[in-house]
């Protein structure tokens, strides 16, 4: 697909992996204190953690550079198949949560674990936060680089 096309600097995604998973448990670790109870909430913190995501997967894409290995496949297939980033990563986030649920049936006899109403929030929240920010950003930038 991109083999021509390749640029030796996307590789940095593999470190960049695990810086992610690093800042991810430090900002696991940065809201540990926080003993959230009631189910509202911890909804509201999904949410909220969605948009945020969203929202910096919407400046990766605008800015280009370095993707998390997951959005550098949605950023390749999108561009491959002429469609809109936020529309492929709806697809491939649902397609991943049906995944698991399937081998999460076959490898747990029958049962779902990993898997609840969150998972789909995220699954198809962010791409439309996404669309949203790409959207209201695109304009501005429209804007000032045609000035």
């Known amino acids: 697909m991109y083999r021509k096309k390749f640029q030796y600097f996307q590789l940095l995604q593999i470190p960049l992996s695990f810086l992610f998973g690093y800042f991810t448990d430090f900002g696991l670790w940065c809201v540990s204190f926080l003993q959230i ?20 997967v919407s400046l990766s894409v605008i800015a280009n ?4 290995s997951g959005e550098a496949f949605v950023k390749a297939v999108s561009d491959f198949i002429h469609k809109d980033f936020s529309t492929v990563k709806i697809v491939f986030d649902v397609s991943c949560v049906v995944l698991s649920v399937l081998l999460s049936l076959f490898f747990f006899f029958g049962k ?3 898997t609840r109403e969150g998972t789909l929030v995220a699954a198809f929240c962010t791409g439309i936060a996404v669309k949203i920010f790409l959207y209201c950003f695109s304009r501005p930038l429209e804007y000032f680089l045609t000035r």
């Open 112 to 114: 779902i674990f990993g």
């Open 65 to 68: 550079v370095i993707m998390n």
């Open 37 to 56: 109870e009631s189910y509202w909430a911890k909804f509201l913190m999904t949410v909220t953690g969605t948009i945020v995501l969203g929202f910096g």
